[in-house]
Nanobody
Framework: QVQLVESGGGLVQAGGSLSVSCAASDRFFSIRAMGWYRQTPGMQRELVAAITSGGSTNYAESVKGRFTISRDNYAQTVYLQMNSLKPEDTAVYYC??????????????WGQGTQVTVSS
């Protein structure tokens, strides 16, 4: 069973920076794609950023140039550095571990979420 534990959320003023982390307990971490999603009340969860096992990244248009996703396979941790934060970035941020396509017995997993609040 994979465990994902997020940390680092909090309250920050607009224009500020915040970093969130996701520590995994997963023997397949190094070959999984990992991602960060966010969700606000009444809205669907949306992809913020993702990183492949090889380190390729993609970002939602709304965060490009402001957010950076990275991973440390040795520490089994994925990070999201958020700069130039805006009030509309306020959401619960969830860590996601994707199933490994070549390993049919693997599944997707979600962390418990961490609140990020950006005040104007």
């Amino acid at each position: 069973q994979v465990q994902l534990v997020e940390s680092g959320g909090g309250l920050v003023q607009a224009g500020g920076s915040l970093s969130v982390s996701c520590a995994a307990s997963d023997r397949f971490f190094s070959i999984r794609a990992m991602g960060w999603y966010r969700q606000t009340p009444g809205m669907q969860r949306e992809l913020v950023a993702a990183i492949t096992s090889g380190g390729s990244t993609n970002y939602a248009e709304s965060v490009k140039g402001r957010f950076t996703i990275s991973r440390d396979n040795y520490a089994q941790t994925v990070y999201l550095q958020m700069n130039s934060l805006k009030p509309e970035d306020t959401a619960v941020y969830y860590c996601h571990a994707a199933r490994v396509p070549s390993l049919s017995f693997t599944s997707d997993y979600w962390g418990q979420g961490t609140q990020v609040t950006v005040s104007s």
